[in-house]
Structure formats: structure tokens, C-alpha cells
């Protein structure tokens, strides 16, 4: 159905924002850490077209059961919104919060980033609404504000506990790059991560495997994060330097929170340390750093599942540079640097592991690293 279909009105325009994979950097964002995130060419997009009234209507033919949701955009109050509608609903109440003024709009939603899957589709569908919301009401946020804007919507207002990372890519990433993203100021740095000048592709592998994030697990993490950091007498994780981690680990008495603290400080080290590969200009040499990163996610940070365990071992079995989970882990994707001229190769390999293991055969695709979010020209 087109947005004139289902709203009697023609779009006032139309907006879009990718989804994401994390280079490396995993479960650092809510420790002020550093993340690498770079867009994917699947969007989330957005038609919106302005109303007479206060009503917010909201449609996703990603939706199955159909149908759209009206909500009146002044009643707007986290908990009072249920399902999908309260990602973009918490986007215009958090820019009412702020003291932004919003009116009536109709936005229908149409996205291909796999749901579910660690690739952000719910940081998309949040952040192309914060910048349709930007354009049509004139607001004038930086991308940065929109980022913030969206991850409140979805802590906040949809109440699942989440970082800085998502938003920051879908909103701020730049076709050709990597975004080194500071998540402590939110400083950022463009790196160019131009995998064909070297040979190179990155598989995104979808075990199917759906996490749910909001089940507690998450949470439990981050606060296993704040007692490492209380304990240790620092803001966040963050400021523990690699150098003084063994120091660290002899003052927490706490085995679990000592695989815990280790994870997320030898991780923040691993994005310096990629960063600079990717400066140097050695993208190649990155692979083990990846692995070690997935190896640190698996066994300090327990984060991952048997799924994404084999699409890493598979790959790099067949010879990927290197592989690890990617997003929030407990199902979703994994990534793997791959030989271009090994890429049919390793993903067929990962295919064969998965049938072996009585999984469900994996989606497997390649990740180019695309533009962030903006207005689509008509
Ligand atoms: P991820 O962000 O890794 O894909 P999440 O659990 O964070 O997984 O977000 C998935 C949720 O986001 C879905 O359950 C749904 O509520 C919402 N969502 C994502 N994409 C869409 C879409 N196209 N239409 C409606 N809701 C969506
Ligand atoms: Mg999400």
C-alpha cells in the first residue's frame, strides 16, 4: 500500500537510515568506550506527510499483523505505547520532551534490515524518524542530537536499556568508512574502509538465532559493568588503561566480574588497535583482532550463542582473515573479513557447518559500508 493509499495524503517527503555492523568494539558503548560501526546498505525509510490535527498515525508493512497505530502526539508518555509504534512514537515525545514543537504527521515505514538480527533495525527505524521529524518541522539537530534523540526514545520510552552505538551509526556513518566513535563525548573520526582497494569483503552472517535483549541478560551486563568500575574506583570502564588491567584483576574479588572488566578493557584496546591498522593502511592485518575480540565475547563476556560460536570457527576454518559476533550477541550475526576471492568459499563453508550442526541454514550477505541517514531526493 502507498503512503496516499493508506493516509489520503501525498508524502511531504521521504527520509532513510541504514542499519549497522560493529567492526569491533563490542558491549564498550555503555562504557564509555570506543565502537567502529560502519552503515549497511539496508535501510529503514520513511514517508511522511503533515496532518491538520495532533494525531501521530504510524504504518510498517514490516508489520504482519497490519494496520495503522494512532496516537495523540500530546498524550505521548513512556508505557503507554506497546509493540513496534513505541520506537518512532518515543521519537517525538523525546523531541517534546526537549521542548521541540511537533504537529500532526502520517509516517509509513517500509525497511529490509533484518529484525532481530544484531543489525540495528530498531536504532533505523528510530533515527529515520528523528530526521523525518528534523525536515519537516524544521528543527535543525545535528546528527549527533538526532542519535540522542533516538536512543532515548528506545530506553527511555520503549524502556529497553541500550547504548549510544546504534543510533550514532545509523545516524552518523559515511558511504566508504568506518566511524570511530567515542562514546564518552561522542568525538568522531571518518576512517576509510575501502575493502575492495584491498582485495577484501565483509560477510555478514545472520544465524536466524533471534536475542532478546530486553530479557535481562543485557541488563545484567551492564550492571556487572558498573560494579566492575564502582569496585575499581573509576567513572567507567573506560578509564582503565590496558596496562593497568592486571593490576585491575588482582583488586576484584569477584571471578565473574574479573572476566567481565577484562572483556571490556582488552575490547576498547582492540578498536585502538584496529584503528590504527586501518590508518596504516593494513585492513588485512585486522583479522586477528576480530577473532580475539569474539574469542574475549565467548569466554569473558559470555555474550555469545552456538550459532554464532560456529559461523565464527567455520570462517575462519575456511580461511577468513577473521571473524566475531557482531551487535548485542545471544543471537543475531556474525562478521567475517574474507579474501575476496574467498568469500563464495567461506560462505558456503559456513552454510555446510550450519546444516552439520542441525542449524538453520544462515543468511549470509556482503557489507558495504553505505551512507547514514538523511532525505531521499524524490
Ligand atoms: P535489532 O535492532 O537488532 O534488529 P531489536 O530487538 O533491538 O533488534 O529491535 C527489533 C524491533 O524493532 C522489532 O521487534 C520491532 O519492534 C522494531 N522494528 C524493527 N524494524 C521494524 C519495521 N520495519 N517495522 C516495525 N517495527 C520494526
Ligand atoms: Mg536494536
Known sequence: ????????????????????????????DYNDGLVLPLALPHTARAAASRRPDRRLRL???????GGTVDLDLDALAPGTVTGWAAYPAGVAWALREDGHQLGGLNVSY??????????SSSAALEVVTAVALDDLFGLGLAPTALARVAQRAERDFAGVPCGILDQMASACCTAGHVLRLDTRDLSMRQIPFSMALEGLRLLVIDTGV???????AYARRRAECEAGATALGVPALRDVPPE????????????????????????????????????????????????????????????????????????????????????????GSAIALVDADAAEATAGAVRNAFAAAGHHPPGIFEAIPAPGAGRLPV
Not at 1 to 19: I, K, N, V
Not at 59 to 65: Q, V
Not at 210 to 216: F, L, T, V, W, Y
Request: charged residues 25%.
Open 59 to 65: 504504518y510498517s508493512a514490516g508489520m504482519p499483523d
Open 110 to 119: 517500509e525497511s529490509d534490515v533484518p529484525v532481530g538480527a544484531g543489525l
Open 210 to 216: 533471534r536475542h532478546a535483549h530486553a530479557d535481562g
Open 244 to 331: 593497568g588491567l592486571d593490576d585491575a584483576l588482582a583488586r576484584l574479588p569477584d571471578a565473574t566480574l574479573r572476566r567481565r572488566v577484562r572483556h571490556v578493557v582488552t575490547e576498547n584496546d582492540r578498536v585502538e588497535r584496529v584503528v590504527a591498522l586501518l590508518d596504516a593502511g593494513r585492513a588485512r592485518a585486522i583479522g586477528p583482532l576480530l577473532t580475539a575480540g569474539h574469542a574475549s565475547l565467548r569466554d569473558d563476556f559470555e555474550v555469545t550463542c552456538p550459532e554464532l560460536d560456529l559461523a565464527v570457527s567455520a570462517s575462519t576454518a575456511a580461511g577468513a582473515l577473521g571473524a566475531r559476533m557482531t551487535g548485542g550477541g545471544f543471537g
Open 1 to 28: 500500500m502507498t503512503h496516499e493509499d493508506l493516509f489520503g495524503a501525498a508524502p511531504d517527503g521521504h527520509w532513510s537510515a541504514p542499519g549497522r555492523v560493529n567492526l569491533i568494539g563490542e558491549h564498550t
